[in-house]
C-alpha cells in the first residue's frame, strides 16, 4: 500500500505543476498596446484574429510563441 501512496503523490505534483505551466502561460499573451489610440478590446481582437490566420494552430504549439511574436510586433506588450 506503500507503493501506491508514492503514485498518488507523484500523479497530484504532475497536476498541479501542469496547472501552474498553464496559468504561467497564458500570463504571457500581450494585452497592452503601446498606442493609447489602439489600446481597445475591438483593435486587440482584430490583432489577434489576424495573428491567428497568419500562424495557424500546429501540434507541437510553436504556433502560441509565434502569435506572441506577431502581436508583440504590433505593438502589444
Same mark, same amino acid.
Not at 507523484?10 to 500570463?27: D, E, K, P, Q
Not at 489602439?38 to 500546429?58: G, L, W
Given at each position: 500500500?506503500? /507503493?501506491?501512496?508514492?503514485? !498518488? @503523490?507523484?500523479?497530484? @505534483?504532475? /497536476?498541479?505543476?501542469?496547472?501552474?505551466?498553464?496559468?504561467? /502561460?497564458?500570463?504571457?499573451?500581450? &494585452?497592452?498596446?503601446?498606442?493609447? @489610440?489602439?489600446?481597445?478590446?475591438?483593435?486587440? !481582437?482584430? &490583432?489577434?484574429? &489576424?495573428?491567428? !490566420?497568419?500562424?495557424?494552430?500546429?501540434?507541437? /504549439?510553436? +504556433?502560441?510563441?509565434?502569435?506572441?511574436?506577431?502581436?508583440?510586433?504590433?505593438?502589444? +506588450?
Amino acid at each position: 500500500m506503500k /507503493g501506491w501512496s508514492l503514485v !498518488q @503523490a507523484m500523479y497530484r @505534483a504532475i /497536476g498541479v505543476c501542469l496547472i501552474a505551466f498553464a496559468l504561467f /502561460g497564458c500570463s504571457l499573451y500581450p &494585452d497592452k498596446n503601446s498606442d493609447p @489610440a489602439k489600446n481597445n478590446k475591438a483593435t486587440f !481582437q482584430r &490583432d489577434a484574429v &489576424d495573428c491567428a !490566420q497568419a500562424y495557424p494552430e500546429a501540434g507541437s /504549439g510553436v +504556433h502560441v510563441k509565434e502569435r506572441i511574436a506577431c502581436m508583440n510586433l504590433k505593438g502589444w +506588450h
